[in-house]
T-cell receptor
Framework: DTGVSQNPRHKITKRGQNVTFRCDPI?????LYWYRQTLGQGPEFLTY????????KSRLLSDRFSAERPKGSFSTLEIQRTEQGDSAMYLC????????????FGDGTRLSIL | AQSVTQLGSHVSVSEGALVLLRCNYS??????LFWYVQYPNQGLQLLLK??????LVKGINGFEAEFKKSETSFHLTKPSAHMSDAAEYFC????????????FGQGTELSVKP
């Protein structure tokens, strides 16, 4: 169990630029989740995958956001035309199948929009 | 819809004192409940979980929590605080109606005074 890995750890970009984050889950985990956390708040759900299928997207995930998990392994989260309000910590988590399975989190990618 | 409320955004205790962090939930189905800890600039680490069975669950670092259905509570306790316990703590419920995404409370920041 090598843990969930997220890259980059920090991303600073200008408003209007596109950014992409990567998440490598624990290898035997079928489920992969993306969350967003703003300062002083708990994480908020964005989207999740069961293997390569994206099964749910939050209303928080505007059409500027897209996530993929092409081979059911790693996942990417892309934000197009970034806005000030996109500044946040983006967290990835993975788990085995089952609602009672704990999610294991990566250390996150902190996005700062200038 | 499920929700989580954490009473007290900041809790301060002296080293060696009892730690009590409060969590109440709302769920239309039997809940799966989790406590996570977050240190600065890191992801979330699972402390403990309740799914079924024994209502008093023990976790890592000496923490435990008791599921009380009648009170819809899942409070986190530790008999004796240590300086290293200073962190942000999140209570979460698993949304079993939709893929097991976690719904988090707003968090409680624990400070430990020497």
């Amino acid at each position: 169990d090598t843990g969930v890995s997220q890259n980059p750890r920090h991303k600073i970009t200008k408003r209007g630029q596109n950014v992409t984050f990567r998440c490598d889950p624990i290898s035997e985990h079928n489920r992969l989740y993306w969350y967003r956390q703003t300062l002083g708040q708990g994480p908020e759900f964005l989207t999740y995958f069961q293997n390569e299928a994206q099964l749910e997207k939050s209303r928080l995930l505007s059409d500027r956001f897209s996530a993929e998990r092409p081979k059911g392994s790693f996942s990417t989260l892309e934000i197009q035309r970034t806005e000030q309000g996109d500044s946040a910590m983006y967290l990835c988590a993975s788990s085995r199948d089952g609602f009672n399975q704990p999610q294991h989190f990566g250390d996150g990618t902190r996005l700062s929009i200038l | 819809a499920q929700s989580v409320t954490q009473l007290g955004s900041h809790v301060s205790v002296s080293e060696g004192a009892l730690v009590l962090l409060r969590c109440n939930y709302s769920s239309s189905v039997p809940p799966y409940l989790f406590w996570y800890v977050q240190y600065p600039n890191q992801g979330l680490q699972l402390l403990l979980k309740y799914t079924t069975g024994a209502t008093l669950v023990k976790g890592i670092n000496g923490f435990e929590a008791e599921f009380k259905k009648s009170e819809t509570s899942f409070h986190l306790t530790k008999p004796s605080a240590h300086m290293s316990d200073a962190a942000e703590y999140f209570c979460a419920v698993s949304d079993r109606s939709q893929g097991g995404k976690l719904i988090f409370g707003q968090g409680t920041e624990l400070s430990v005074k020497p």
